[in-house]
C-alpha cells in the first residue's frame, strides 16, 4: 500500500525508512538499493552542474576548501562522487554529510574508502547549527511536512555561505507507476519498492517551491527551479557574490 497518488495534491503517506526503529541492516540494505536507483536515473548530475557552476563562476573560497554539507546525506554516495569530483578538478573541499537516522553514519562510514575524507554527523537538520560554503541535498525534501518546506529554505539560506541545491523528484503519474513497476522487475529492496513511489507521490512541485521561496523572501529571480530529465526537480540559489 503506497497510499495512492494524485498529481494535484501532495501525499501525505509515510516512508518505511522514517520508522527509527527499523535495524541497521535493513536500513543499509534500503540505502544500498537507493544509491542503485541514483545512479540509474543520473541522479548526481545536476549537484554536479551546480558545482561546476560555482566552479565557472569562480565562487569558491580562494584561501580554504569548499566546505560542502548534504543533508539527509543517507549512503554517501554524492558525497563520495564529490570527493572524486573535487579530486579531478583539483578542488579542495571540506565534506560533510548529516542525517537524522545514526545508521546512516554507520553505513556511509563503512562505504567510505579511507582515502577519501568526509564527516558524518547525526542530527535532525532543525537541530543543528551546522555551517558550510553550500548546502546540499537530494531526495530529502519531500521526507518533510508542508509547512516545514520553507523552514528548511530558511535554514540553508542561513547555513550556507555561498549557495545551496536541492535536487528532489517530480512528482508525475509517468514517474510513479514507472518506479513502482521497474522497483519489482529489478527487486529491490522492500524498502524501496515501497518508499520510491510513496516519495514521487510526497514530492513539491513547481507551485509548492515558489510559495516556499517568498514565504523566506526570495524573488523568483534569486532561485531557480528546473526539471532535469528524466526524474528529477531541483530548486539552486547562488547568494550575490
Ligand atoms: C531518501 S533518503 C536520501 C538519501 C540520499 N541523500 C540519497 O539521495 O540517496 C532521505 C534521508 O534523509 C534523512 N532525513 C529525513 N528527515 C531528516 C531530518 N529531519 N534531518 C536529517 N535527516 C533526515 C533520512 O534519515 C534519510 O537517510
Redesign the pocket.
Known amino acids: 500500500m503506497t497510499g495512492g497518488f494524485s498529481i494535484g495534491a501532495r501525499s501525505q503517506a509515510p516512508?518505511l525508512?522514517?520508522n527509527?526503529s527499523v535495524d541497521y541492516e535493513t536500513?543499509r540494505g534500503?540505502?544500498v538499493d537507493?544509491?542503485r536507483?541514483?545512479a540509474m536515473t543520473l541522479?548526481y548530475r545536476p549537484t554536479l552542474a551546480f558545482l561546476e557552476r560555482l566552479l565557472r563562476e569562480r565562487r569558491l573560497p580562494p584561501d580554504r576548501p569548499l566546505s560542502v554539507l548534504?543533508?539527509?546525506?543517507?549512503?554517501?554516495?554524492?558525497l563520495r562522487l564529490i570527493a572524486r569530483w573535487a579530486r579531478r578538478r583539483g578542488v579542495p573541499v571540506a565534506l560533510a554529510?548529516?542525517?537524522?537516522?545514526p545508521?546512516?553514519a554507520r553505513a556511509a562510514a563503512e562505504a567510505t574508502p579511507a582515502d577519501l575524507a568526509v564527516s558524518w554527523v547525526t542530527?535532525?537538520?532543525?537541530?543543528?547549527r551546522a555551517r558550510a560554503d553550500v548546502v546540499l541535498?537530494?531526495?530529502?525534501t519531500?521526507?518533510?511536512g508542508d509547512r516545514?518546506l520553507a523552514r528548511f529554505l530558511a535554514w540553508s539560506e542561513e547555513a550556507a555561505g555561498v549557495g545551496w541545491f536541492v535536487?528532489d523528484l517530480r512528482r508525475s503519474r509517468f514517474s510513479h507507476d514507472g518506479f513502482a513497476l521497474a522497483s519489482r522487475l529489478l527487486r529491490m529492496h522492500r524498502f524501496v519498492r515501497h518508499?520510491g513511489p510513496v516519495?514521487i507521490a510526497r514530492a513539491f512541485v513547481e507551485k509548492d517551491w515558489r510559495a516556499a521561496l517568498a514565504a523566506v523572501g526570495l524573488a523568483e529571480r534569486d532561485a531557480e527551479i528546473r526539471r532535469w530529465f528524466p526524474f528529477r526537480l531541483c530548486v539552486s540559489r547562488v547568494k550575490p557574490g
Open positions: 516512508e525508512m522514517d527509527h536500513f534500503c540505502l537507493l544509491a536507483v541514483n541522479a548534504d543533508v539527509g546525506s543517507g549512503y554517501g554516495d554524492m554529510g548529516l542525517d537524522g537516522n545508521w546512516s542530527s535532525d537538520v532543525f537541530e543543528s541535498s537530494s531526495l530529502f519531500h521526507h518533510l516545514e535536487n518508499d516519495s
